[in-house]
């Protein structure tokens, strides 16, 4: 405190208040200190030494007289206000009644309210919580019970952020979706707002903000029960499913993604605030969600199986043993964002992009060496010192085409797409989860003339172990550090735990495996990064695309514990142009991108075709199938299915199925049928 007077710390250098500040360190620290002085204070039954009360005080006032702006308005009403509310609402304990009210709580309330506010989502969590500090700070410092309708305010505001927002409402889509899934940052285009899966980063954010206020808002400022019921949706169906193994899915962290590693958020606190609210089921699944934060996934039994977010065109499979989660991009959605000179780099992400975890640990850290044109999943072409273009709040993130979305009957799902990026063209993209087990179809892979190599990139993760790889001869391989091989001849690649089965006999796929140490730094792809070079050991595998038009690749992936080492030469009918199905064990599921002639042999002598473009998964039974469908385009109001022809091929019978609309367009619906 030496040299401290009218409110300013002696050794602090003072921005001017005239101008919007744009570095805003030294605010931070003129708060900062004040706010650890006040806590100081707050632990004594009498504030000593005095001195320091009216110091805190002066300093908490020069602030708010000085009523800075800054270039980036959540530093000044979220960042530097959640430091300077929290550091009232400490000193409200021991300052004399009103002294608060005079500038600091008027400042307060003009700077950050949600009854004057454009925000949405995550932000107007933070807004609330705000509110909840200024108001409780000037009911704590005698402004009466007036003051405790702005907290009730702001509690009905997180009561409200609890609910399913509409996709084209005032939020404009920001917040919690119908899917259960969250999105922020939604981007204007041609006036539609598309969506962007934010569900980590400032999905947790505003998961945070509601949580830390349900045990300190209870009586009659509590969240309304239906909200609180509301949370354990999307805990249970939503965010839940986008982590594993104690690590977020990349592609639900938006730009945060160049930031570090993101971890799941620490799930015991919240199941705790919400456990009274539950059903039995719900508290079974939110229990095994506090065991799952723990890294344990090895006893699911709720977070076992498939979910598709058809909002945001994404699919999450938790499977025994691993996970796998793919996101697609449509006219509807993009793909992640830059901003803030972070995410330098993310230009493929979110763009078919498709991630396989078995620990949690297998992309850790791994950003800053990462060829970001090889992101896992993407289908793209290959150019040498490529200028990612950037992808500032979203825009040209989004998808080229309606269709991107798919069908999921709880156990399996897929999830299509048809995109096109930079030089290649109409590409149509399907990853399927069925049995424990992921298979990756893609058609129709056209590519400019005169353009560099397209490729399929399968994976790119830290390598961890022994890779071996067998050709279609069933002959054994071992690939060593620093090498790299590029064969039509391998069939299958083990490493880390996962096995890649590759191509069918009649048309192999030219394969690059490669095991190199790469360096970079985390300032490559964010400003703020550090400029230390990081070094890791990456193991990348893709499947090189041949020049011609409607080039194709398929290939699975499943856990090698218990795999059928006898089954090493069997392979998968290969994709057909426009339709992209795996058919095992009596079941069918895939998508149709185009409608075909149906074909009289069917499935079992059965006949089954869609007569528009959908995904679908058919289960038949001896007298009934079970069928669970969508229109991935997000246009139709009915889809048919033939199931009887006559003698010249014509449909004799039809199912007709009605298919949600509104805010639930995309949603998979689910029957049973009689075969006969």
Partial sequence: MQGFAEGRYQDLVYPPNDKPVSDTTVLATHLERTQRIAAYLFKQAVP????????????????????????????????????????????????????????????????????????????????????????????????????????????????????????????????????????????????????????????????????????????????????????IDVLVQGIGWMGYARHLDFQVCGRAISRGVNLSPGYSAWVQALLPHADEPGRRALEELTRRASGDESANRHYLGARLYWVNDYLAYLGTGFCCWAKAVSTRTVGCESGNGENLKGYYMGAGTCFLSRDGLEYEGIQPVWDWQRLPGVTAEQVPGFDFPLINWGQNAWGSHDVAGGACDGDNAVLSMELSRGNVTHALKTVIALDNRIYCIGSRINRAPQSHPVITSVNQCKARGEVQYWDYQGNRSVLLEGESITSSNIHQVLHDGLLYIFGVRWMPPSITLQVEKRSGAWSQINTSGSPALVEHKVFSLWINHPEYEDASYLYEVRPADGFDWTQMSRSVKGPDIDVHVIALDNRVLGTFFKPQRPDPGGVGGRIFFPEQPCSYIYAPGDTHFRLTCSDPGQTLETLSFVLAVDEQGLPVRRLEVPLPQGDEKGRSVTGTYPLA
């Fill in 48 to 231: 000593s030494p005095a001195r320091y009360l009216n110091s805190a005080a002066q300093a908490l006032d020069f602030y708010a007289t000085q009523d800075y702006q800054t270039s980036n308005w959540w530093e000044r009403q979220i960042g530097l206000a959640r430091r300077a509310c929290a550091t009232g609402l400490l000193l409200a304990r021991h300052l004399q009644p009103h002294a608060l009210m005079n500038v600091f709580v008027p400042h307060a309330m003009k700077n950050t309210s949600t009854f004057n506010h454009v925000q949405s989502g995550a932000n107007l969590a933070d807004f609330a919580s705000v509110q909840i500090s200024w108001s409780l700070c000037a009911w704590k410092n005698g402004a009466g019970d007036p003051y405790l309708l702005y907290l009730r305010a702001a509690a009905d505001a997180l009561s409200g952020l609890c609910l399913p927002v509409a996709r084209d409402g005032a939020e404009h889509g920001n917040g919690i979706s119908v899917d259960h899934s969250i999105s922020q940052h939604n981007v204007l285009r041609q006036e539609r707002y598309l969506s962007q899966l934010y569900a980590g980063s400032y999905g947790v954010v505003l998961l945070s903000r509601i949580f830390e206020n349900v045990t300190l808002l209870n009586g009659a400022f509590a969240l309304a029960e239906a909200s609180l019921k509301a949370l």
